[in-house]
Structures are given as C-alpha cells and as structure tokens.
C-alpha cells in the first residue's frame, strides 16, 4: 500500500512539458524527508533519476528537474521525448512506519 | 564498479518460505552508511518497499508485512538474504534488491529482479 499518491498517467507531445506530482502527508514529505524519483522503462528495474528533491546523478538529462513543497513533490520533464516513455516513481520515508521507505503509486509517461 | 543481483526460486508453493540472496559487489556493507534494501513489484503494480539492513546491522522492515520477513547479511561473502514466510499467490511479484547510502542518494543502484511466482 502506498503512502504516496501520484496521477495515473500523464502524456504529451514530442518537445512538451510534462509535470508529476507526488503528494504525502505530514509524516513523510512534510516531514522534511528528501524525495526521490525514480524512472523504470519497461521490463528493466527502476534507475534513479532525482535524488534530494532535486538533483540529478551524473547522466541524467537536464530536462529532468525536481522539486518539493510542504508535503508535496514534483518531477517535471521540460522537451519531453520518445525514449521518455516509461513508469516514474516518487519515494520517501515515512516517521509513522518504523524507518520505512515509502514509494508513491507511480506514474505513466505516454509520449504522442 | 557496483553491481547487485538476485537469486533464488522462480516458483514457490503456497505457504512455502521464500529465501532470496542478493550478491553484490563494488562496495562493503560494512562501510559506515550503507544499506541494501529489498523491493517488490507485483505484475502491472507499484514498487512496494519490503526490508532494509544497514551497515551497522540494524534491520527495518514494511509495517505491514514485518511478521513475515527477516533480513541478514554476510559480510564477508557480500551477500544480503532476505526471507517471506507463509508466501501467498498475492506475493507474486517481481522482487529486486537496491544500495542506498544513507548521504541520500536514494537507491542509487538496483539488481535486475527476480520473479518469483506464487503457485501450487
């Protein structure tokens, strides 16, 4: 069960600007722990691609940006393109479950 | 360079114990902030966070599976093991392990998974 509630899915054109958000509560992003997101092109395992609310590992395209507010996070993917074309994940930690990490629901990027 | 891989049982009975093994290398889990945590992913479905242990040997594990899973390590074969008693066709999923640093760097680096199917 996941603590972190995202949109379903979200699409766009070839060059657009896509945003997804990540909302918690209280007790995990509002807690000030860091948000990280995590991008999973089918059949492979997830790869990160923002970590610390908003940086990005060495080889990560700078379209790929993120942020955090109150108890809410956003990925956003400025110039989207077709290799874009995979699940996202936002994760957490959450003080109510004992150290645990917290995934959000996951989003699909569709690219038209 | 760090890499992790799954491994164990394809195919589990109902009520069977689950016994997956995480082999890594690139890294000591015995460096000051370490972590390898265990992740699932049910077919079609999110991640699902299951277990962690640290350098310092502390283990946390998901508030709402923690009766059935345990988690250790062995150091000097870098190898992390992570057990699900009482395993159920809903467990079906495919499992993967993943470093963290506790820097923050999220889970910087993950296995390729392994599934594991849940059926008699």
């Known amino acids: 069960q996941s603590v972190l509630t995202q949109t379903p899915s979200v699409s766009g054109a070839p060059g657009q600007r896509v945003t997804i958000s990540c909302t918690g509560s209280?007790?995990?992003?509002?807690?000030?722990?860091?948000v990280h997101w995590y991008q999973q092109l089918p059949g492979t395992a997830p790869k990160v691609l923002i970590y610390?609310?908003?940086n990005r590992p060495s080889g990560v395209p700078d379209r790929f940006s993120g942020s955090k507010s109150d108890t809410s996070a956003s990925l956003v993917i400025t110039g989207l393109q077709a290799e874009d074309e995979a699940d996202y994940y936002c994760?957490?930690?959450?003080?109510?479950?004992?150290?645990?990490?917290?995934f959000g629901t996951g989003t699909k990027v569709t690219v038209l | 360079q760090v890499t992790l891989r799954e491994s164990g049982p394809a195919l589990v009975k109902p009520t069977q114990t689950l016994t997956l093994t995480c082999t890594f290398s690139?890294?000591?889990?015995?460096?000051?902030?370490?972590?390898v945590s265990w992740i699932r992913q049910p077919p079609g479905k999110a991640l699902e966070w299951l277990a962690l242990?640290?350098?310092?040997?502390?283990?946390y594990y998901s508030t709402s599976l923690k009766t059935r899973l345990t988690i250790s390590r062995d150091t000097s074969q870098n190898q992390v093991v992570f057990t699900m008693t009482n395993m159920d066709p809903v467990d079906t999923a495919t499992y993967y392990c993943?470093?963290?640093?506790?820097?923050?760097?999220?889970?910087?680096?993950w296995g390729q998974g392994t599934v594991v199917t849940v059926s008699s």
């Open positions: 993943a470093r963290e640093i506790s820097s923050g760097l999220g889970l910087d680096f």
């Open positions: 690139g890294f000591s889990l015995s460096t000051s902030g370490m972590r």
């Open positions: 242990i640290d350098w310092d040997d502390d283990k």
């Open positions: 209280s007790s995990n992003i509002g807690a000030g722990y860091d």
């Open positions: 610390g609310n908003n």
């Open positions: 994760q957490s930690y959450d003080s109510s479950l004992s150290g645990s990490h917290v």
